[in-house]
Nanobody, 122 residues
Framework: QVQLVESGGGSVQAGGSLRLSCANSGRTFIDYAMGWFRQAPGKEREFVAA????????YYADSVKGRFTISRDNAKNTVYLQMNSLKPEDTAVYYCAAGLLPGVSGAGYIHWGQGTQITVSS
């Protein structure tokens, strides 16, 4: 089975960096595309980044291109989100998700982590 657990969240000043990890306790991680989504207070959940099963293709929201990098290590059953040059607008709860395709819609993902809070201060 798939059980996703995020880690690495916290508070940082604008311009700083954080690295999120999402680990799967099961052994079927390699069978899924992975995505990162975020939800800020009062806003709907939005797409951040996604990566296909092999890790050879990545996708990013325009708002994070050039600043965030998604990667995965299938041997460790873990997906990462490196976040650089963080802005206050990046403040949100970040969720990792597993699905069949690295789509931009949350509806396409089957399994979700519980989320981790990212707070970026000015």
């Amino acid at each position: 089975q798939v059980q996703l657990v995020e880690s690495g969240g916290g508070s940082v000043q604008a311009g700083g960096s954080l690295r999120l990890s999402c680990a799967n306790s099961g052994r079927t991680f390699i069978d899924y595309a992975m995505g990162w989504f975020r939800q800020a207070p009062g806003k709907e959940r939005e797409f951040v980044a996604a990566i296909n099963r092999s890790g050879g293709s990545t996708y990013y929201a325009d708002s994070v291109k050039g600043r965030f990098t998604i990667s995965r290590d299938n041997a460790k059953n873990t997906v990462y989100l490196q976040m650089n040059s963080l802005k206050p607008e990046d403040t949100a709860v970040y969720y990792c998700a597993a699905g069949l395709l690295p789509g931009v819609s949350g509806a396409g993902y089957i399994h979700w982590g519980q989320g981790t809070q990212i707070t970026v201060s000015s």
